[in-house]
Each structure stands twice: as structure tokens, then as C-alpha cells.
């Protein structure tokens, strides 16, 4: 498998990790790229447009792929087939992954992954690849009860990580507090994501890129910072 998984909301969209997003795309030689916009709760279209004017040419640095749109409700299969790469937006990951097992996409996109589809995921797309998406930082607004996602990789995701918030108010419950909470429940390790970075995942490990760090925490140890250029292994 090959995954990129990014935490960026930055703007204009997509360009702190353009650069990336074309060298990873390129270097697997995708030119129909398959834009999944269910995450999106407002204008799924005008969301889609945004990633075409981002990544399509004449783009600067545009990526020379075609954008396709997979509409989760509008026929997705032959969008998802005809795809040479795929890439799940972010928005709402409750809602994301509630659609995704609602248009029966969860198990198609699994198999088409593990057979060597190239996977962009960003914020909720990242999210919806590890085991489960409890450590989004996302509100269920959609009522989901099922959290279980596409498990591609072995480790949850919190992208858009803060170790500390200048805004909080005193004592509040932090990121890593959260964390531990969840490490009483579930074994899987947890991979905070820094804004404007992301994990290159291939050949059974993920290298951190991009301008910020990844904190990794596994349940029973103290959790380590990882840098630019830094991998672990996912086993």
C-alpha cells in the first residue's frame, strides 16, 4: 500500500502540501484522481471545484491529473474503478464515515487500496484510515454509532495537533489528556499530526513531512516526537 495521510486547513487549499501531493502522484504515475467530497456537510460540488482548481492543470504546480468527482450518493462505483489514485477530503469525519458504509464504499476502497491504489487522505480522510476515528477532534453531529473505519493503516490519527492551546481556558482537558483516555479502552497507537505536515506510509513504514511534527503515543509508554525526515515502522 501507499498512503499519504496530511493535516492541512491552511489557505489557498492544498498548497502547503501541493509539492508533495504531485511528487506522490506522479511518482505512481496517476492521472485520473478520484476527489471523495462526503466529509463535506455544505456544497460537495463546490468543494470538488476548489480541489480541481487546486490540483488540475493549468494550476501552478498543478499535479496533470484529471479531478474526478466520487459523489458518495450519485453512482460512486465506476467513478472509484476508472480512478488511479484516491483522495478523501476533509470536513466532517463523523459524517464522512457514515456515508462511506451507507454507499457501501467502505470494503470497495479497502480491496482497491491493499491491491496498490494510491491513498491521499486529509484531516477526515486521514482520519478514516486508521482502525477506528474516536480521536478525530470532530462533533458526531450525524448521530454515527459505528466507528470502526477502513484500517488500512494500524495507528488512529488527531490531525491538526496541538501539545498546547494559547486559547484554552486554564486546566482544560488537553489533546493528550484525550488521549489517554482513549488508550484505557482501545490498544491501537495514536499519531498526533501537526498542522501543515503529514506521514508518507509505504514498504511498512510512515515518514513525517512537511513543517511540523508528529507526536506518537502508545498505550503504557510515554509518547515521542518525531521530526521532518523521522519514520517508524507500522508493526
Same mark, same amino acid.
Given at each position: 500500500m =501507499?498512503?499519504?495521510?496530511? =493535516? +492541512? ?5 492544498? $498548497?502547503?502540501?501541493?509539492?508533495e ?8 504515475g496517476?492521472?485520473r484522481?478520484?476527489?471523495?467530497? &462526503? ?7 463546490t468543494y @470538488? ?15 496533470? *491529473?484529471e479531478?474526478l ?13 476508472? &480512478?488511479?489514485a484516491?483522495?478523501i ?17 467502505? $470494503?470497495?476502497?479497502? *480491496? ?10 486529509? =484531516?477526515?480522510?486521514? +482520519?478514516?484510515?486508521g ?5 478525530? +477532534? %470532530?462533533? !458526531?453531529v450525524v448521530?454515527?454509532? !459505528?466507528?470502526r ?8 490519527? +488527531?490531525?491538526?495537533?496541538?501539545e ?5 481556558a486554564?486546566? =482544560?482537558?488537553?489533546? %493528550? $489528556? ?6 484505557? *479502552? @482501545?490498544?491501537?497507537?495514536v *499519531? ?13 513504514? &510512515? ?14 509508554r ?7 525526515g $523521522?519514520?517508524f515502522?507500522?508493526?
Open positions: =501507499s498512503l499519504l495521510l496530511i =493535516s +492541512n486547513s491552511g489557505t489557498p487549499f492544498l $498548497e502547503q502540501c501541493k509539492p501531493i504531485t511528487a506522490f502522484l506522479r511518482r505512481h496517476a492521472r484522481l478520484a476527489f471523495v467530497t &462526503a466529509a463535506n456537510l455544505h456544497d460537495e460540488v @470538488w471545484q476548489r480541489a480541481r482548481e487546486a490540483l488540475e492543470p493549468p494550476a501552478p504546480a498543478g499535479c496533470d *491529473v479531478v468527482h466520487l459523489r458518495w450518493n450519485h453512482d460512486p462505483m465506476p467513478t472509484l474503478q476508472h &480512478a488511479d484516491l483522495f477530503g476533509g470536513g466532517n469525519t463523523y459524517a464522512l464515515l457514515k456515508r462511506l458504509r451507507e454507499a457501501g464504499l467502505l $470494503e470497495p476502497i479497502g *480491496v482497491r487500496v491493499r491491491a496498490g491504489l494510491p491513498y491521499l487522505g486529509s =484531516s477526515a480522510g486521514a +482520519n478514516v484510515a482502525p477506528t476515528i474516536l480521536t478525530t +477532534n %470532530d462533533w !458526531n448521530g454515527l454509532e !459505528n466507528f473505519a477502513l484500517g488500512l493503516v494500524p495507528f488512529n490519527i +488527531n490531525p491538526h495537533y496541538l498546547t492551546d494559547p486559547a484554552m486554564q486546566h =482544560s482537558e488537553t489533546r %493528550d $489528556e484525550r488521549i489517554r483516555e482513549y488508550h484505557v *479502552v @482501545w490498544q491501537n497507537p *499519531v498526533g499530526i501537526e498542522e501543515g505536515t503529514w506521514l508518507r506510509v509505504e514498504d511498512g513504514r &510512515a515518514t513525517i513531512a512537511g513543517r511540523g511534527r508528529v507526536k506518537l503515543f502508545t498505550r503504557d510515554e509518547p515521542r516526537w518525531l521530526g521532518a $523521522e519514520a515502522d507500522l508493526a
